[in-house]
């Protein structure tokens, strides 16, 4: 079936560091890809997405890679802040009237 | 704009008590849907809706009712609550049907003992 996973469920980085955070999805129909940020008690928040015609793009310390021949997802984050400690979830649109699938999940953790 | 809203925040109910959670946006976004996140997983999504008077399941929808009456409104209903009903729900919002975001709210956490 369809599943969109992430490969490390924690990830411990210290801070200044870059951040890199992987994904791995099973259908290549899927024409659009989320990143998300959770923090505890908190709903997800947009940080970046990608479209399947890109295979890299760019926002503020956060950049997204896409390799659709393998089916791999990341999230990059330069400088890692203790701001960015939270749990991060990749999810896929795969046009099925706006259905996400979400990926596990990893945890970020930020050192001092 | 608040964006989208949910009410609670909290809720404890009993075993085969009913209640509804609400959720609302003020985005005037056509799509809304209601997912739950158990501790360890990611969100899986419960039922969805792509515009007023329409409805549709997602992948978890047993144990839950909803209905679009308006753009802006979006309530989940649990008919009889169960003890593996406990999770936190998230209720979201999106523009468009296919590449666009989805906004979350920020959920309810549900206990049933």
């Known amino acids: 079936g369809e599943s969109v996973g992430l490969h490390l469920p924690t990830l411990s980085v210290q801070e200044g560091d870059n951040s890199i955070i992987n994904c791995a999805y099973s259908?290549?129909?899927?024409?659009?890809f989320i990143w998300y940020k959770q923090e505890s008690g908190k709903g997800p928040q947009f940080i970046i997405d990608?479209?399947?015609?890109?295979d890299k793009r760019q926002g503020q310390r956060v950049t997204v890679l896409l390799n659709k021949t393998v089916k791999h997802l990341s999230l990059q984050i330069a400088a890692t802040q203790p701001g960015d400690s939270a749990v991060y979830f990749c999810?896929?649109?795969?046009?099925?009237?706006?259905?996400?699938?979400f990926g596990q999940g990893t945890e970020l953790s930020v050192k001092p | 704009n608040a964006g989208v809203t949910q009410t609670p925040k909290f809720q404890v109910l009993k075993t085969g008590q009913s209640m509804t959670l609400q959720c609302a946006q003020d985005?005037?976004?056509?799509?809304m849907s209601w997912y739950r996140q158990d501790p360890g997983m990611g969100l899986r999504l419960i039922h969805y809706?792509?515009?007023?008077?329409?409805?549709d399941q997602g992948e978890v929808p047993n144990g839950y009712n909803v209905s679009r009456s308006t753009t802006e409104d979006f309530p989940l209903r649990l008919l009889s609550a169960a003890p593996s009903q406990t999770s936190v729900y998230f209720c979201?919002?999106?523009?468009?049907?296919?590449?666009?975001?989805?906004?979350f709210g920020p959920g309810t956490r549900l206990t049933v003992l």
């Open positions: 990608i479209r399947s015609n890109m």
């Open positions: 985005m005037n976004h056509e799509y």
């Open positions: 809706s792509v515009g007023a008077g329409i409805t």
């Open positions: 979201a919002s999106m523009r468009g049907l296919s590449t666009d975001t989805q906004y």
């Open positions: 999810a896929e649109n795969n046009n099925q009237g706006g259905k996400l699938i």
């Open positions: 259908n290549s129909a899927s024409d659009y």
